[in-house]
Every structure is written in structure tokens, then in C-alpha cells.
């Protein structure tokens, strides 16, 4: 990954209060942004921020201190800052270097302590080596571009914003050269908070820390910080293996009604679920009213299953685009105040996922309908579905089922449901059956297709 620099700070966690409990309208956030600019540090900035906006906070401190990071994540970052909707200040303590600088841009307010830094965004190598030169300079002209919108929508000088990162920039106010180009543009405090033609350059002022901030600034609201938690980084990674939970949720669901008998699949496909939704929910993505959603369609498609099979497909068809809303609602990064409707942009990584869990499922499922009603643990555990009551020809010898003419094209009928084991009526006799992978209702007539040993199967008589 592209990096801002080579130096990685671990990320530090502050003695506080958690905010998710305890902010209350008008009070002041603080949220620290220390370290390594990293993924965890992205989940728990939209999470912070998140939950600063519903709380209805009078604004929000981002307390700074990091030499850079990961390019991608500042990104990310940036974008989530661009979209708060209450005042923004950024607090630079000791240092805002290469992606934190970017990311102090993105606030509207910046207040520096009296020997901190900002600047040097340059994009190098996480070697520390320079990029190659068509990279760099597609790099650089990106992110000059994003960084001078950004620093427009706040109220900052764009020229100096991108000198920032681009080396051949020059910043000249009026007649005077602020910085020749030639290299990165790096401000101590005192240089940030000059006023040139009346107009500070970049910081609105210096100060000794958030207290002397929350003064100089004029927020009265009461300070909460909110910290990250060990979750923030679980998080990531759950959100990061999302098509792949959702594929194993929904192959763990199928084989559940495939195989009769057994429940680890069903084990498997409940905790997938489980862990995509607390991952997302965690990362600040989602609240549990997806979950809820997400249970009312599986209710519906259970329902369809096991009452409505071969009548109606009603219940079926809700139940699924409940569940598949749910999923698809789940990975949406929408922010308070933001349309209900998600935008294009906002619905096209989850869009990506799920199409990839989706068409992953589907080569996988086909797969398995194909091959594994012919595998040996598949037949055995066929045979252990339970028995109803009544007779059954369940382990009788093979003479005895070849006696009663079981042979392909006889008609019977389903007594359980078929899912596609269970049992068929032959003349006055219960008999063990398997279909080929489809599900048939009670009550449905059957023809034999084939018999193998103990293996009956069949199918609908209506297809066969």
C-alpha cells in the first residue's frame, strides 16, 4: 500500500469515558487520532464521529498526534471528516505529519500547541523510496485535486493545502512568496498562525491544550473523549472479510437443508451472520434494526418452507429481498442526516460484495447439488433422518425392498418433507427416500427414478 511515510506509531488509547453511553447533546467530543494512520484508526473515527452527530454534540476535537500512514486509509478518512455536519477543530499535538496533515484539512477549525508541526504529505513507498514517476505524478495529481476541494469546503488557502504534498507548488499571497516550489511545505505553529493581509495562514491560533482549545474557541458544552476500543480492529478485519462471511453464511444455510440430520452447518451460517453484523455494527456501519430485519426474512422464508411449499411463493420471495436488504443495508457508510436513499457512490462497495457472495455462492451451491448426493457421508447421513411413526422399510435387507418391486418408475407418495431425505409411501410401506437436491412437500405424489443398495431415489411425479 502506498504510504504518507515509513514511521508507524502503535495506536494509543486515552482513559475516558465511552461516548457511545455517556454523550449528550451539546457537550464537546474529542476524538484522538494517534499513531499510525491505519484501518483501525478509520473504524474508529467513523465510529467517533457517528456517534458524536447522533448524540446531537456541539462539535468535535480531533486530537492529533501521527506521523502519516496508509494513503488509502487517509482517504477514507477524509471523506468521513468531509461529511460531518457539526463543527470540526483539530488539535495538533506535537505532530500532523504527511496523511495528518490531509486529514487537519479536512476539519474547519485547526489549533496548533506551541511546538508541533504540519505538513510534509509527499506519498513515498511504505520502504520510504519515492514512487515510481507515471505513479507518482497520477498520485499527486489526485490527490491535489482532493485536497483543494477539501481545504475549499473548509475555509482553508488551497494553495497551501496541496504545497502540503506537491513539491513543485508555489504559495504566493499578494506579492510575497509564502513558499517556493522545489519542496514540501512544512508549517511550525507560529508560521501557521502568521496573518498575512489580515488573514491567518492556515491555524486559527495556538494552544496549550484541549481545555485552553474548548476557551480560545468559545465551546462551553461539557468535554467527553471518546477512545477506542479493542474491538475497532476486530471490526476492520470482519468488514474486510465481508463477501466471505456472507458466502459461508449462505452456504452454511443451504447445506443445512441439504443435509438431514446434522447442524453444524446451520451453526456455521448462524455465527457468519452473527459476526458480519457485529463487525459492521462495531465499525459503526449498522444498528441492530438490520438484524431485525435481517430475522424477520428468514422467518418468512421458513415459513414458505415448511407450510406454503408448492402453493405460494409469496412468503418465499419477501422473506429473501428482506434478507438480502438487510445485508446489502448493513455494509452502507451512511452518516446522520444523510438522505435515507443511499447515493450511487455510497452503495457501490456494497453492491461489489454482495454480487461477489452472491455469484460465490451460486458456482459453490451448483457444485454441491451436483456432487454431493453422491458422496459416502452424504448417504449416511441420508439415513439418519428421522423416522415418523408407522412401519418403515428402514434397514431391512435388500431382497425384502426388491420384493415389494421398488423399481424405477413406481408411484408413491411423500410422507415427510423431502430436503431432500426423508420418507415415501410405497403400497403399505414407509421407505427411506432422497430426492437429487430438490425439496418436495407432504402429500406429493413420487415416482422412483433409481435404486442403489438401500438408496431409493426420487423425484416429483410431476417432472419425472
Known sequence: MTSMCGIAISLLTVSSVHARDSIHKGDVAVVALRGEVAPSLLAFLRRAVKTAESNEASAIIFDMNTYGGRLD??????????QTRIPTYTFIDTNAGSAGALMAIATQHIYMAPV???????PILPTGEDLPATAKEKTISYWSALIRGSAIKNGHNPDIAEAFMNRDKEVKIGDRVIHPNGAVLTLNAQEATERIN???????????????LTKK????????????TGFEQIAFWITALAPLLLLLGILGAYLEFKIPGVTWPGII???CFALFFLGHYLAGLAGWEVVALFILGMVLVLIEILFFAHTTIVFGVVGVFLMLASLLWTMVDRYPGQNFFPT???????LLNMFIAIVGAFIVIALLARYLPRTSIYRQFALMDSNPPGPSLAGVPRQFATALALTPGMQGTAVTVLRPSGKARFADHVV?????????????????????????VVKSAAQA
Do not use: C, W, Y
Not at 508541533?116 to 509527499?122: E, F, L, T
Not at 450511487?344 to 456494497?350: D, E, F, I, S
Not at 427411506?432 to 431409493?456: L, N, S, Y
Open 432 to 456: 427411506d427416500v432422497v430426492t437429487e437436491g430438490e425439496f418436495i412437500a407432504p402429500k406429493t405424489p413420487v415416482t422412483v427414478i433409481q435404486t442403489d443398495g438401500m438408496r431409493v
Open 344 to 350: 450511487g457512490k455510497m452503495l457501490a462497495m456494497p
Open 198 to 212: 489580515g488573514k491567518l495562514l492556515l491555524a486559527e491560533g495556538v494552544a496549550d491544550s484541549i481545555a485552553d
Open 73 to 82: 486509509t487517509a482517504a477514507g478518512i477524509v471523506n468521513a471528516l468531509n
Open 116 to 122: 508541533s508541526a504540519i505538513g510534509a504529505a509527499a
Open 269 to 271: 451460517s448462524a455465527v
Open 217 to 228: 474557541a468559545g465551546l462551553t458544552g461539557n468535554v467527553v473523549t471518546i477512545e477506542p
